[in-house]
């Protein structure tokens, strides 16, 4: 278990040491050193304002926005939610400048998107220098699978019955496009502009690949932008995160609504248009890069890392040698599933708690009291709720007409190991896991304020 979220974390700062599959054409360390030398804004995984804050060791100031102060002072508890945090409050870091505190580029996107949420400034004082080790969630699966396999008893018989048959109907319509990603991992080149347009065909039956494309394009966006916005973000030691924001909101209408990467799946001739009204430069190379990056990933968040990956077919596979064989590609599909049952606003806790337990756990060894989004160091940041060897405060924060924040009334609340109330939209939008940062789906049942507490802005 604790090896699952070892492997499910990410340091920026060190050589990987993720095991993975065998007979890939590029090992961890190949793409590593690709991306830091050859990306022009590679070095900045490895020296980022973010992570070198939390190597310090000093006092941590991060940014959160709520909708539900009212209930957090009435309640003086601060609630967490679920995501890519797994079981954090959702924060952007903040900088500590002689005229105030600066929000990161994320922080400032959120400040000027969510006018009617209060913004909130944290202070967090680590007994020691933090890890700098975010969670991946594309890297989750397995513990997915393990969770469900644990909890399968809580589901009645047709409910795991209509999991197992969407499972496996998703796969046999996406097995070719699998088996084509796992051969070009492990070096058998194809085409570019087909491998794009059969990855958009194949994300309506694995939603999983809707998440792991738009983490590709963002992640070649961020590093490759050389735009005067993004050289200004540079030299505070930021990537540009606005670039992601601006790729889903032109990828799917309505995400602004609804943030849900399951809609993601841009075809060859979608995706070249949106990379090009981005940053024009970058479109060319675009399906070259998902093509190679995302077969690359696909093997390593999915596979085993005891299989051979050239000995791997999913087409005509079962899907009980498939747990064993592709247990992050399954524990993914599950996870989502589960998410489309009536009941899951009352299975929700059972399922989510257990993980966030885990998780808790392995910070708290681990020294974490404030964990990122590894996916990229791109300013999602949380705070552990029961870090037993920190100190937290929290206020309202007032902004200066530089944009600078400066805390205002403290709000007395204490952090607690409740996860916020979540919900799942329906089928036809997609899945809501993963991607959702807890915006309201049209008709659907929104939870309170005193319900959501501080967990808006939660990202997966």
């Not at 990306?39 to 900045?44: D, E, M």
């Not at 924060?91 to 996107?109: D, E, I, K, V």
Request: aromatic residues 8%; contains cysteine; charged residues 20%.
């Amino acid at each position: 278990m604790r090896d699952e979220w070892e492997n499910a974390h990410t340091d920026y700062t060190a050589p990987p040491r993720r095991p993975i599959p065998s007979s890939l054409a590029e090992s961890e360390s190949d793409w590593r050193d690709h991306l830091e030398t050859t990306a022009p804004n590679g070095w900045l995984l490895r020296s980022n304002a973010m992570t070198e804050a939390l190597a310090s060791g000093r006092p941590l100031h991060l940014l959160h926005v709520t909708r539900g102060l009212d209930a957090i002072r009435a309640s003086h508890q601060l609630h967490v939610s679920t995501g890519c945090l797994v079981g954090a409050l959702y924060c952007s870091p903040l900088t500590s400048r002689p005229q105030g505190l600066r929000p990161h580029n994320l922080g400032a996107y959120l400040l000027r998107t969510k006018p009617s949420s209060t913004p909130m400034i944290f202070e967090v004082t680590p007994d020691a220098p933090v890890p700098p080790k975010g969670v991946d969630y594309l890297h989750l699966g397995a513990i997915h699978l393990r969770t469900y396999r644990a909890y399968q008893s809580y589901l009645t018989p047709a409910e795991n019955d209509r999991i197992h048959r969407a499972v496996q109907a998703g796969l046999a319509v996406a097995a070719p496009f699998l088996d084509l990603a796992l051969r070009n991992a492990t070096g058998h080149i194809s085409a570019a502009p087909a491998f794009v347009d059969r990855l958009a065909a194949a994300v309506a039956h694995v939603p999983f690949l809707g998440y792991l494309y738009f983490e590709v394009v963002s992640e070649y966006l961020m590093l490759h932008s050389a735009t005067p916005e993004t050289k200004a973000f540079a030299q505070d030691g930021e990537l540009n995160s606005l670039l992601f924001k601006r790729l889903a909101f032109a990828a799917v209408d309505g995400m602004d609504q609804l943030f849900d990467l399951a809609r993601f799946r841009p075809g060859h001739r979608r995706l070249v248009e949106l990379v090009g009204g981005i940053e024009p430069a970058l479109a060319d190379g675009a399906a070259e890069y998902v093509r190679r990056r995302l077969s690359h990933l696909l093997a390593v968040t999915v596979l085993h890392p005891t299989q051979d990956a050239e000995r791997v077919a999913f087409e005509g596979a079962g899907l009980g040698p498939l747990a064993v064989v592709a247990p992050g590609l399954i524990g993914q599909m599950v996870f989502r599933e589960i998410r489309y049952l009536p009941r899951y606003p009352q299975l929700y806790h059972c399922f989510e708690k257990a993980k966030a337990l885990e998780v808790w756990d392995f910070w708290n060894v681990e020294g974490i009291p404030t964990p990122f989004n590894g996916t990229l160091p791109k300013g999602e940041i949380g705070i552990n709720p029961v870090y037993p060897r920190s100190a937290a405060r929290a206020w309202t924060a007032r902004i200066d007409g530089q944009g600078y924040l400066h805390p205002d009334d403290e709000v007395e609340a204490d952090f607690t190991s409740h996860l916020a109330a979540w919900w799942a939209p329906p089928r036809e939008c997609g899945t809501g896991a993963g991607g959702s940062r807890g915006e309201p789906v049209p008709g659907a049942r929104v939870p309170t304020p005193s319900q959501r507490l501080a967990a808006d802005g939660g990202r997966a």
